[in-house]
């Protein structure tokens, strides 16, 4: 439960991605990825005239420029996964260390504002 609520702190608080940029919406969290380009899409038209070995040639010069574009797709994914990850821990590392420090310091605070046995307030500070 606690990591959910972290994590959905995280999504919502405006601090700054460490690759990505996350931006608060009326609509809500927006992400945007900024490091990884997208692989650009071949030109897949044939000419309609084109037949027999130029036509041959085209469809060749199409698979190569597709399976050109398939490596470009899977390393853009791979890319969007490790800065997705980055961000991730950085923003649970950033929102649990003020979770920890927030708790510590109210219970340090309900710490010395709890009565002592004798009435007065648990732990004074002394002007001396």
């Known amino acids: 439960m606690r990591i959910l609520m972290i994590m959905t702190l995280a999504l919502a608080a405006p601090v700054p991605a460490s690759a990505g940029e996350l931006e608060n919406t009326a609509a809500g969290a927006e992400y945007r990825f900024v490091k990884c380009a997208k692989p650009?899409?071949?030109?897949?038209?044939?000419?309609?005239?084109?037949?027999?070995?130029?036509?041959?040639?085209?469809?060749?010069?199409?698979?190569?420029?597709?399976?050109?574009?398939?490596?470009?797709?899977?390393?853009?994914?791979v890319c969007l996964?490790?800065?997705?990850k980055a961000d991730l821990e950085a923003y649970y590392?950033?929102?649990?260390?003020?979770l920890d420090a927030e708790q510590e310091a109210i219970s340090e605070r309900a710490d010395a504002l709890r009565p002592s046995r004798g009435g007065g307030l648990g732990k004074r500070k002394t002007g001396r």
């Open 40 to 77: 650009a899409e071949p030109d897949m038209t044939v000419d309609p005239q084109l037949s027999g070995r130029k036509l041959r040639e085209r469809q060749n010069a199409q698979v190569q420029a597709y399976n050109v574009y398939v490596d470009g797709v899977n390393e853009y994914v």
């Open 81 to 84: 996964a490790a800065e997705a």
């Open 93 to 98: 590392a950033a929102v649990s260390a003020r």
